[in-house]
């Protein structure tokens, strides 16, 4: 079974400055998917960026991107010049790519991060 | 509304009854999940549902019951709860395998006392 461990259980990092997550992951399949999920205090899981484990290029998306290391088995997420709203608890989570029975995201414990003014 | 909704948003129950969450999309996603969330573990899936009539077991299924006649309805029930189902349970849709992202509703929380 996969399993996906984030070590950071909480970080801070000022406004505007640039924070990084860690993520990591146990996987023997060699085609998955990466994901990382924000949770505001709302509760609303809203997803933030994906990645594909057979592209090599790290994805972006605006001031989010991520390292994926696939040797390494690691999937950071970079927040740059970070927002107030930007404080939330992070997940990270993986999917495997095999047919029927493995649409489910196994996530990580998260990250609460906060924003300091 | 469009989208993904669950209810009801907030219960209390006492031990020993039975509950039933309830959840609806409105996108025709084929596929349907159920999460727990719990400080320190995260998101852990109870079940989950390729289509009407096909339900499987995730992680954590013991204490709870699913069923799926209409796509787009998906209920959660605990049959007897117990203090230890007290979480925030979460709803999920999607449309099927790949890179395709699964769309979450706005959670119920549930306290059993």
């Known amino acids: 079974a996969q399993t996906v461990t984030q070590s950071q259980p909480e970080m801070s990092v000022q406004e505007a400055e640039t924070v990084t997550l860690s993520c990591t992951y146990d996987?023997?399949?060699?085609?998955?998917?990466l994901f990382w999920y924000k949770q505001p205090p709302s509760r609303q899981m809203i997803l933030v960026i994906r990645q594909e484990a057979y592209k090599q290029q790290n994805a972006t998306e605006n001031r989010f991107s991520v390292n994926f290391q696939k040797a390494a088995k690691s999937f950071s997420l970079k927040i740059s010049d970070s927002q107030l709203g930007d404080a939330a608890m992070y997940f990270c989570a993986y999917r495997s790519d095999i047919n029927f029975g493995n649409e489910k995201l196994t996530f990580g414990t998260g990250t609460r991060l906060t924003i300091i003014p | 509304d469009a989208g993904i909704t669950q209810s009801p948003r907030y219960k209390i129950t006492e031990t020993g009854r039975q509950v039933t969450l309830m959840c609806h999309q409105t996108w025709s996603h084929s596929y349907m999940f159920w999460y727990r969330q719990d400080l320190g573990h995260g998101l852990r899936l109870i079940y989950y549902?390729?289509?009407?009539?096909?339900?499987d077991k995730g992680e954590v299924p013991d204490g709870y019951v699913v069923s799926r006649s209409k796509t787009e309805n998906f209920p959660l029930t605990l049959e007897s709860a117990t203090r230890s189902q007290t979480s925030v349970y979460f709803c999920?849709?999607?449309?099927?395998?790949?890179?395709?992202?699964?769309?979450f509703g706005p959670g119920t929380r549930l306290t059993v006392t």
């Open positions: 999920a849709s999607s449309t099927g395998q790949g890179v395709y992202e699964q769309y």
């Open positions: 996987t023997s399949e060699s085609d998955y998917y």
């Open positions: 549902s390729a289509a009407a009539d096909i339900t």
